[in-house]
T-cell receptor, first 111, second 116 residues
Framework: DAKTTQPTSMDCAEGRAANLPCNHS???????VYWYRQIHSQGPQYIIH???NNETNEMASLIITEDRKSSTLILPHATLRDTAVYYC????????????FGQGTELSVKP | GAGVSQSPSNKVTEKGKDVELRCDPI?????LYWYRQSLGQGLEFLIY????????KSGLPSDRFSAERTGGSVSTLTIQRTQQEDSAVYLC??????????????FGPGTRLTVT
C-alpha cells in the first residue's frame, strides 16, 4: 500500500472549516483514499473515502487532486467534538482490506 | 443496530499468564480484524479473518499470539505467557466484505491490556 504523509498536528477555531492535507504521491490506480479518525480512548471511526472524484457526506468532504497525489479532508464547521487524530490511508482493493495506519494528524479544535 | 463489542474492557494480568480477548462483530459482517495500539504508538494490524479462516496473519508479533473465529462470528485473540511489552489497547473491527473498497471497517471500543 502507498505511504501517506500528514502534518503531525493542526489547530482550528470552533465553527471554522478544518482542512486536513494528505500526500500520497505513490498512490496506484487501484488504491482508494480513506479517512478515519480516533477520538481519545475510542476506536477509530470511518469518515469518508474516494477514488478520484470529490466526495461529500454528512461528516466531511474529500477533495482529491486530479493527479491523485494528494487529498484534503474538510470538516466544514468544526466543533470541539471533532478534536481527534485523523488518519489518511490508501488501500488496495482485493487484498484483505487491512488498514495500515500512519501517525495521523492530531486536530485540536479550540473555542 | 449493535456495533462491534469487545470484552473485557480492561484486563490486568501478571507477566507470564495467558489472556483471552473476545470480539463480537456486527451481525452479518464476514470480515473481522484485530489491531493493537501501544502507548504512544500508532495502530498496527495483527490478523484478518474472512469467515472462519485467517488468510492474513502477517501482523501477529510472535507465536505467543493466536486467534480463532468460530461460526463466522465471535473471535478470540489469545496471548500466551504475556510480557510487559504486550500492554496495549487491542481493537477489533468488522466489515461486510474485505475485498470491496466501499465497505468500511467498524471498530469496537477496545480492550486495554496491562501486564504487570
Amino acid at each position: 500500500d502507498a505511504k501517506t504523509t500528514q502534518p503531525t498536528s493542526m489547530d482550528c477555531a470552533e465553527g471554522r472549516a478544518a482542512n486536513l492535507p494528505c500526500n500520497h504521491s505513490t498512490i496506484s490506480g487501484n488504491e482508494y483514499v480513506y479517512w478515519y479518525r480516533q477520538i481519545h480512548s475510542q476506536g477509530p471511526q470511518y469518515i469518508i473515502h474516494g477514488l478520484k472524484n470529490n466526495e461529500t457526506n454528512e461528516m466531511a468532504s474529500l477533495i482529491i487532486t486530479e493527479d491523485r497525489k494528494s487529498s484534503t479532508l474538510i470538516l466544514p464547521h468544526a466543533t470541539l467534538r471533532d478534536t481527534a487524530v485523523y488518519y489518511c490511508i490508501v488501500r488496495v482493493v482485493n487484498q484483505g482490506g487491512k488498514l495500515i495506519f500512519g501517525q495521523g494528524t492530531e486536530l485540536s479544535v479550540k473555542p | 443496530g449493535a456495533g462491534v463489542s469487545q470484552s473485557p474492557s480492561n484486563k490486568v494480568t501478571e507477566k507470564g499468564k495467558d489472556v483471552e480477548l473476545r470480539c463480537d462483530p456486527i451481525s452479518g459482517h464476514t470480515a473481522l480484524y484485530w489491531y493493537r495500539q501501544s502507548l504512544g504508538q500508532g495502530l498496527e494490524f495483527l490478523i484478518y479473518f474472512q469467515g472462519n479462516s485467517a488468510p492474513d496473519k502477517s501482523g501477529l508479533p510472535s507465536d505467543r499470539f493466536s486467534a480463532e473465529r468460530t461460526g463466522g462470528s465471535v473471535s478470540t485473540l489469545t496471548i500466551q505467557r504475556t510480557q510487559q511489552e504486550d500492554s496495549a489497547v487491542y481493537l477489533c473491527a468488522s466489515s461486510l466484505a474485505p475485498t470491496a473498497a466501499i465497505y468500511e471497517q467498524y471498530f469496537g471500543p477496545g480492550t486495554r491490556l496491562t501486564v504487570t
